[in-house]
Structure formats: C-alpha cells, structure tokens
C-alpha cells in the first residue's frame, strides 16, 4: 500500500480570512470501507507512519473491523505545511478549527464516508478529537482524545513559549505572542532559515522539551536507561531528543506549535468562546485518558472537561504510569499501550454491547 494520499482542498479558506493556496491534506486509510469508520489524526511533528504503533490485526483500532483513517496535521510535512508550500511567507496560522474542517471534507467528499463510529487522538491527536466532537457533534458516536485538552492551558501556553523562543533565538528573532509565530521587525522582510540556524535552533528545542514530554519519577529511575537503551543522560539527551528535533523542519514545527497554542474547541461561530457550553454540546459519548504524570496535560484539566460534559456523557480514567506525555504515544512505554489498547477495546465493544449511537 502506498505511504500515504493527498486530498486536493483548492483554495482553502482559513477561520482567519485568509487563504491557504492549493491546499491539500495527507491521509492514509486501513481497512475495508464498508467498515465502521474511525478517525485518528496525527500530534505534534507526526508523520502519519507514526500513528501506526495503535493500529494492529489484534489490537482495539483492527482493520478487520473498521475503516481507520489517518489524516495529517497541517505543517507536518506531508499536508501543507511550509516544507511543500510554494506560496508567500510567513505562512499563515492553521487553527484546529481549520484542520478539522479540511478533515471534515476530507472523510465525506473524498472518501464518502456519511458517519464515524469514533475519534480518537493522542496529543494534538486528541485536540483534533475535541475539536471533531464539538465541531460536527452529530457525526460520530464515541470519542477517545487521550494525553491532550479540548483547549490549550495557560500553562501550556508558557510551556510553548520557551520550546518557541529556544528555537527563535537561534535565528536571532523572537517570539511574535502566543500563536503568533516570529515577531516581524518593521523595514526587514522574512528571511528563510540558514542551515546553522536549523541545526543549532532545532537542538534546542529538543533540549527544551526533554523537560517536559516525560515526568521526574521518569527521570529520577532513569527509565532512558532500563526501557529505551541510552547509557546516560546525555546519550538520551543527544540521541532522543536532539535526534527527533533535527529529523524536523523548524517552520513547520513552528505552524504546529501555534496550531497547538491557539488551540480551543469553544472558539467557533457556535459556542462564541464560551467553553463550558463546548463541553455541555458534546453529544459523543467520550472516554479521555490523561496520564497521571503529563506535566501538561495534567488529569485535573481533564476531570474539568469532563465535568462540564452532560451527565453520562464522558468519563475520565487516568493512565497509571510513570512516563508521563510519552505514556500515551508513541509506542514506547509497551506496558502503556496495552494498557491503552485494553482501554480502547473495552470502550469501542461496548458500543456494540450498549448500541450506543449518537444520530
């Protein structure tokens, strides 16, 4: 089977105003699609290949039993994201609002599909999720974001703000604001990234991120060592982090990460900010599993979303592990996912056992 496909958008009209030229978005699908369908989008600097770990002949996401599709996250590279876009820049920022409404068309034009079983996403994943839940609440009948938020925190927010301006400084600019990219300078226009520039920028930010995709018990039991293999911390450091940042394109890590920062299921036409009645309007029953040691996407943020909620409707169970945002994605930590999977499976069959449908 090919890598992935492409579904041409044209020119895509962003939530901003502006225009995204030629748009497209990558996907990859498993699966017969007579097959309930389920949709499972891609996290922060994911290619869609990196979704794979969950899906499996034996696993809760089989495709002998649903049609699964893949669809990628404008600025990951493969839909359009700077690395392939040919058009003016900076390029523009691509809300949630947006991806999932390029998904959207995706899944009813391209593949002809009138209705999900579910959706369900790990990180960025999982705010697509909400963000599908609450955009087309009649459209599927259960949703599973997990190690993610209907909305970016305040803190989240900060978090972003240094893994930005770690990246940024090596270019010798700074951050434009929460989702707002690189600041302008006025009289200079924007200049692409040296080769220098990516290598030490990119550096950087993995090193900066190291602090925050795994907890301190993480750490302090030096599980880089005993689970993945690195003979210290520097090698982990160096060979894990820095490895994953450099395999990136600074912009389009970049256009992810205000994606990610602007990111609030409650910002569209039908909700006018207002967050609680996002929850209520939920209509999916959703299961959301926060890591019990994510230290930014703490359970609290989810034990929140779910009490806002109608009463029946969701329901919060904390993953038990020590590998904090990692504990849901990607594959690494093997006990948490079949944990994860058991979790999956038990929901989606209970569908089957309860009929619930959301129509």
Not at 72 to 88: E, M, R, V, Y
Not at 164 to 179: E, Q, T, W
Not at 282 to 297: G, M
Request: charged share 20%; hydrophobic share 40%.
């Amino acid at each position: 089977m090919a890598e992935y496909k492409t579904f041409h958008l044209g020119d895509f009209a962003l939530q901003s105003g502006k225009i995204l030229e030629n748009a497209f978005i990558a996907y990859k699908t498993f699966g017969n699609p007579k097959n309930p369908a389920i949709v499972y989008p891609t996290w922060y600097s994911g290619l869609i290949s990196h979704n794979e770990w969950l899906i499996g002949k034996d696993m809760a996401l089989s495709p002998e039993r649903y049609f699964i599709i893949i669809p990628a996250l404008f600025g990951n590279g493969q839909s359009t994201s700077p690395s392939n876009f040919g058009g003016p820049r900076p390029f523009p920022l691509v809300t949630m609002f947006d991806n999932v409404t390029a998904q959207y068309r995706l899944v009813t034009e391209g593949l002809g599909v009138g209705h999900l079983r579910a959706v369900a996403g790990w990180s960025m994943g999982a705010a697509q999720t909400y963000q599908w839940i609450t955009q087309y609440p009649d459209f599927m009948d259960l949703a599973v974001p997990f190690c993610g938020a209907a909305r970016c925190s305040l803190h989240n927010k900060v978090f972003l703000e240094g893994v930005k301006s770690a990246l940024f400084a090596a270019k010798g600019v700074s951050s434009g604001g929460i989702g707002n990219g690189e600041a302008s300078v006025v009289g200079e226009e924007y200049r692409v990234w040296t080769t220098r520039e990516r290598e030490v920028g990119l550096k950087a930010l993995g090193r900066v991120y190291a602090g925050w995709g795994f907890s301190q018990t993480f750490y302090r039991e030096k599980v880089y060592e005993t689970a993945l293999g690195f003979t210290g911390l520097e090698d982990f450091m160096v060979g894990f982090w820095e490895a994953w940042a450099l395999s990136k394109d600074p912009e389009n890590m970049m256009t992810m990460l205000d994606t990610w920062q602007t990111a609030d299921c409650s910002q569209q036409e039908a909700y006018g900010g207002d967050f609680e009645l996002a929850m209520r309007s939920i209509r999916a029953k959703t299961l959301v599993l926060p890591p019990k040691t994510d230290l930014y996407f703490p359970p609290e943020d989810s034990e929140y979303e779910v009490q806002c909620m109608k009463p029946g409707v969701g329901k919060c169970i904390a993953i038990p592990s020590i590998w904090g945002h990692w504990a849901g994605g990607p594959g690494d930590s093997k006990e948490d996912v079949k944990w994860l999977d058991s979790q999956l499976k038990d929901f989606l069959e209970s569908y089957l056992v309860l009929g619930w449908c959301n129509i």
